[in-house]
């Protein structure tokens, strides 16, 4: 049983949807991704001159009729793909709660990934947890694996502190074919955190796309104004803040600003970035958002 | 500047208690956040500043003042001028004997008092008043302060009760009559409330105390000589003690006892079979606050030879009485009475007979006349039967009333308050009364003679009322204050206080009635001597822990009073809640007394 926001409806404008990707792998089946091999696509990539055993098929008679010359036709070859969909597991994924935030940030993942099953493609999830923590699903394939991906997101059980550029690590290190990935996480870690982790992934000829995830509660948070001994979710430290209207809009100040260096950041080395408020309509974001920042075809 | 209602300011001391709702606000309410990356650089690490920051708003010390002019105002202020004519009653009565770490209270009292007429203004007056006996002035013309300071001085307290007065109103009308600025009391009473006139000073604090509150010595009967006296101690504390009483007779110890007295309890003990001697004491040995009722005295009681003045037409019936032991009997006819001599009698028998005015002895009257002051006989009648009476009653005791018929008999109908011992259907047949200590006995019926066996139920009544008044003659001794009758009094009369002063007697004098303090009084009579026992009777006086408050609810004050006053109270009111408003336009929101204000404001 999908949870709601899998409507038929929904899934149905998923399947129309395709991942795009900035660079070409190599596949291991015939799918519908580009692949530097040439290939038997229907995509035209470059002539060559004929050679005996070429299949007469291919060749070009328009160029023969102009210059008596034999060329063969040759086409790109599509291969499917293979996505890694990394979700942050860490206890911040929980606040306020995990309704409100794991959840959706799961169901973005799941929209992606059905996505992906849709078209045939591979997908396997990720759990980002501490620094060598975290567990990884198997590839899904089709679309009928989509329960399985639900079960393996639902099974998560949050907690920690999510060290970003280990927790990858540890990740990639069993990573063997290149291919699309997507981190989804709320990225409030600082930027000597994200940057080398966002930085890990590059390395890896993934093509990137960083997801960023935040509660309607960590845009604008709803304390009292007064003293407040605030518990940090994952390090249970604790500072001591005087709450107010003044200090309310020194935190916004301060959360945009980290924002933009995110997005920043990942402009500067060709990340897709997006910001997802999880109060917001999925399929809004989904169709809407991510076509925009090139996520889709 | 003083204040009317001081007892409020005491309401000062709460103030700090404002602090404990900001301190509870102010500890930091704990609220887990996903990440305090960027609360950490305004933040404060909690390991810093354990306690917090205490960060008092200004609503606090505007909270504050307002809290503090409620408060002065309800303890109202008022601003005062130094008075110039001024009232100091001195509580001299017996309590202010009482010693405070050695030092009588009264000593503190007139400390109090100079201490209030040294504050008095340039050419400002005193009046200077006692309140026991009854409240009077000292000297009737007003006294400048060095006087009153020495009248001060001068002032004793006396071996009396304090007198039932309403001080609250006595204060305000001295105040208002005698158009005093101010009266001040001063008493170890605690007061309740003041007035704009009048102010009390209290001195003292409560003590434990006990004190003999009852001591008699009688005989167990008129015929029997055996002496026997009994004594009630008293403790006013809340523990119990253990103490001697010793009896003494005319100085010297006769007998002594342990008693153990409970708390807040009165024993009673009894000491027999001791020489007869004119006057006793008891004396409890107690180092207590009150030293005054550790003694109680008495006189030896009545002799035990009876001496009846008897006035009657038929002196036969009244010589039957010599029969019986210890009684003897002067007769006179009507007309002599009044010339005889009548001191010395215990007892005037008036037989058909009766005086214009009833005399200063006890009196029996038998079938009186119809012009008798006291009752008045009715139509006569004969073999009466008796159809109530008074029991029990040494009138009573032992008679077989249904035995006893007087064969003639006239009802008699009371003319004053009395009682009615024995009644017929047709009206009373004895009726007893008392007046000024005196008991008189009018009787409807003649029990005379004195027939013994042979008219028992009439021996038996005329035995009883011999007893009744035998027993009046009174060894218990009497209150302080009580005046001591003196009869006839011859040239060269002296009545010795117990102080040893001597007081010439006039024979104007009917009788002598500054007996203000304890002790025996000795009157002189040519050779022979009668003594009189005084002792303080106000138990009140000697429990020292709660005295009754002094209630000042505040009656109007005078046109004079308000010169010297002026209460700001209301301003101070008015300033509160001006700053309540203020408070409430600062925060809106506020809650009563702005106690559970929360700022909610950003919790939306």
Redesign the interface.
Known sequence: MLPEPFTPDFLTQLETLRLRTRKEFLGGHTGSYSSPRRGTSLEFADYRKYSPGDDLRYLDWGIYARTDRLYVKIFREEVDLFAYIFIDAS???G?PSREK?FSPASHVALALAYVILANHDHVKLHLLQGQTNGSASQFYRGRRRMADCMDFATSAVLGGSLDLAPALGEHLKRLRRPGKAILIS?F???AAAYQPGLNLLRSFNLDIAAIQIL?RE?VE???????????????Q?????????A??G??QT??AH?NLEIRSFCHQIGIHYSLYVTDRDLSDFVFATLPAIGLFK | MEFLNPTALLGLLALPLLLVPYLI???????????????????????G?PW??I?LPPIFFLQLLLLALLILAISEPVFSVRPTNIAIVLDNSASMQALEDGKPRLSLAKESASSVIGELGAGGTVDLYVTTPRLTKVRVAPLDPVEAKAAVGAITALDLGDPSIDYDNVLSQLARERRYERVYFVTDHPARGQTPTSRVITVGRAQHNLAVTGFEIHRASLVNARLEASAKIANFSDRDEKIKVVLKGSGTTLASRQVAVGADKTASVSFEEFAEQPSYEVAIEAGDALPLDNHRFAVAPASRHLQILAVTPRPQAMMSLKSIPGISVDVVSPAEYEKSERTGYGLEIFHFSAPAVPPQNPALFILPPGSHSLAKPGAPISNAAVSGWREPHTLTRYINFSLLRPTYARPLKPQSAGDVVIESPNGALAFATERQGVRYLTLGFDPLPFLGRENLPMSIFTLNFIDWFFESGGSSGQATGEPIRLGSVQPGDVLTTPAGGQVSLKPEFGYFSATFYQGIYRRGRGGKSELYARNLQDTNESDLRAPAPIELRGTAPNSSSASVLFSFWPYLLAASLLLLLIEWFITPRMAFFGFGR???????
């Open positions: 206890a911040s994924m606040f935030k709320d409030l870690m600082p509660s960590e948070p709803a304390f009292p104004n007064g003293s407040l001994a605030l518990v940090d979710s994952e390090t430290g604790e500072i001591r803040y005087q709450w107010n209207s200090s309310r020194d935190y301060r959360l980290h | 606000r102010k500890k930091p309410r704990r609220l887990v956040f996903s990440s305090l990356l960027l609360f950490m650089e305004a933040g404060i690490p909690a390991s500043r917090g920051r960060n929360r700022r909610l404001s950003g919790a939306a």
